[in-house]
């Protein structure tokens, strides 16, 4: 299923079809909703804005069994943006040490993935994957809530098995 265009509504069927998937998935996986931390760990915000967009009305995140934390120890997935620099690296490690088993680590955004836009400069190092292990990749500059959606219900499914 290819994701929906922003500019067009989701039909009702769609919806309910990618609501069952997850739920599915996820109780088979976790035997509850996916809990999300997210990490900003140097970015321009570009991403958080779209991330911001999975809370609206239009794509509701949470109808579909996917939830925002606070605590990384009540997360199952950290969702990282930005590129990895050199003074955020310990607070993603902090956070990685604190999240329980099983758990994944999604980077968002190309600057999340290998440096984007600020690789070489002094102050980063590169990509998530410099310092802990990458389950996901989503590229994009930023990538749109319903990619981010698309994905985090991939994760899901893939790991459900």
């Known amino acids: 299923m290819a994701p929906p265009n922003p500019s067009e509504p989701i039909d009702s069927e769609t919806i309910a079809i990618l609501a069952a998937r997850l739920e599915a998935a996820s109780q088979t996986r976790l035997g509850r909703s996916l809990a999300i931390r997210h990490i900003n760990t ?6 958080e804005l779209e991330l911001r967009g999975l809370r609206n009305s239009f794509y509701d995140l949470e109808r579909f069994g996917l939830r925002l934390v606070e605590n990384p120890g009540q997360a199952d997935v950290l969702l990282v943006t930005g590129p990895l620099t050199r003074n ?6 902090q956070a990685w040490d ?7 680590v999604v980077a968002v955004g190309d600057c999340a993935v ?3 836009v600020f690789k070489g400069s002094y102050a980063v190092l590169g990509g998530t994957g410099h310092s802990v292990p990458v389950d996901l990749t989503i590229g994009g500059c930023p990538p749109t809530p319903a990619r981010i ?8 499914e893939v790991n459900a098995t």
């Not at 604190?98 to 994944?104: G, V, Y």
């Open 98 to 104: 604190a999240t329980p088993e099983p758990k994944w």
């Open 88 to 93: 955020l690296k310990a607070a993603l490690e």
């Open 114 to 116: 290998d440096g984007g």
């Open 42 to 47: 140097g970015s321009c915000n570009g991403c």
């Open 149 to 156: 959606l698309a994905a985090l219900r991939t994760l899901l």
